[in-house]
């Protein structure tokens, strides 16, 4: 199953990219996030790993699959019989910001959890990525 979500951010790409990007940070501005433990120092990279907590979902750790600097990058999760990607992109469409984020759920059981998990999965893919519209208008002149 895939979930998307947009929203046009009034703030640079660069602003957006610098705080989705920066996940140790997430638990501060995202509701969704109880707390993010980076297993690796440093800016994201491939390869880096992170612990992440959610409310009504097992923790998990995600692994840095890809990464376009500036742009985009996307992490997996694994669990038994599913494999969860997550997608993370900004880019800058007739001169306004977009954040995009997206959710990949395969595998024997990513089906089924997609579907017993849809509700909360779009809840929290269109808070997440609102939340991050708050923050980085917050602090971007406008």
């Not at 992440?52 to 699959?65: F, G, M, Y």
């Not at 600097?69 to 999760?77: H, L, P, Q, S």
């Not at 017993?116 to 999965?121: D, E, R």
């Amino acid at each position: 199953m895939r979930f998307d979500y947009s929203a046009t951010i009034q703030a640079t790409p660069g602003r957006v990219w610098e705080i989705f990007s920066d996940v140790a940070r997430w638990a501060a501005w995202s509701p969704t996030i109880d707390s993010v433990e980076r297993l690796d120092e440093g800016p994201i990279y491939i390869g880096a790993r992170t612990r992440i907590r959610q409310p009504k979902l097992p923790v998990a750790v995600w692994e840095v699959t890809e990464l376009i600097e500036g742009e985009y990058f996307e992490w997996v999760a694994r669990g038994p019989g599913v494999k969860t990607t997550g997608g993370h992109r900004v880019s800058e469409v007739s001169g306004s910001t977009v954040a995009t984020a997206t959710l990949i759920q395969e595998g024997p059981l990513g089906w089924v959890l997609g579907r017993m998990m849809a509700k909360l999965t779009r809840e929290y893919i269109a808070l997440e990525v609102e939340s991050l519209k708050k923050i980085a208008e917050s602090a971007s002149p406008k």
